[in-house]
């Protein structure tokens, strides 16, 4: 469904470490395993900035704990 901009719900990516791997989540369903938290963590992050730009409101966390990434650093590469 696309959501109108600035409308809706917000998407949820969460990283997470799952046995030594690192999956991405939407929404609580599993999209891809990582080797790497760095590499995960961007995958969301680009991920979320792609959500934004279809007009949809957009997250990234970290598990344990929730924490709210910041998916327009600089250093993701924007």
């Known amino acids: 469904m696309n959501w109108p901009p600035g409308k809706g719900r917000t998407c949820t990516f ?10 991405v989540t939407r929404d609580a369903v599993v999209m891809a395993e990582f080797p790497s938290r ?5 995958a969301a992050c680009l991920d ?11 997250r990234v966390i970290a598990r ?3 924490e ?11």
């Open 14 to 23: 969460a990283v997470s470490d799952e046995s030594g791997r690192w999956q």
């Open 38 to 42: 760095g590499d995960a963590v961007r």
């Open 48 to 58: 979320a900035r792609t959500e934004e730009a279809q007009g949809r409101r957009a």
């Open 64 to 66: 344990p704990g929730d």
């Open 68 to 78: 709210l990434v910041p998916h327009y650093e600089p250093h993701f590469g924007i």
